[in-house]
Nanobody, 126 residues
Framework: QVQLVESGGGLVQAGGSLRLSCAAS????????MGWFRQAPGKEREFVAA????????WYADSVKGRFTCSRDNAKNTVALQMNSLKPEDTAVYYCATYPPDYSGSFYFARSVLYWGQGTQVTVSS
């Protein structure tokens, strides 16, 4: 069974930064892509970023491109999301996710995710 545990959420002022971390356990992740989604109150869960564990290639939603960076630490089996220049509209619960092994479809759909973390709250005040 795969376990994903997020940490690093909190309250920050607009323009500030936060770093989220996702610790993955339960299997070898060399064949998996990892992702981050977020869900604001009353809204659907939306794609934020994805990373290929094997190649390190990354994908980002247009709304966070240039501000957020997704990276991995193979030795620690962790994925991080560095969030800079935060805006109030970034306020949401952020979820770590893993896709099926050798997944080659779109990363943008929540229905493509195989496992979810429990989520961590990010609040950006204006």
């Amino acid at each position: 069974q795969v376990q994903l545990v997020e940490s690093g959420g909190g309250l920050v002022q607009a323009g500030g930064s936060l770093r989220l971390s996702c610790a993955a356990s339960g299997r070898t992740f060399s064949r998996y892509a990892m992702g981050w989604f977020r869900q604001a109150p009353g809204k659907e869960r939306e794609f934020v970023a994805a990373l290929s564990w094997s190649s390190g290639r990354t994908w980002y939603a247009d709304s966070v491109k240039g501000r957020f960076t997704c990276s991995r630490d193979n030795a620690k089996n962790t994925v991080a999301l560095q969030m800079n220049s935060l805006k109030p509209e970034d306020t949401a619960v952020y979820y770590c996710a893993t896709y099926p092994p050798d997944y080659s479809g779109s990363f943008y759909f929540a229905r493509s995710v195989l496992y979810w973390g429990q989520g961590t709250q990010v609040t950006v005040s204006s």
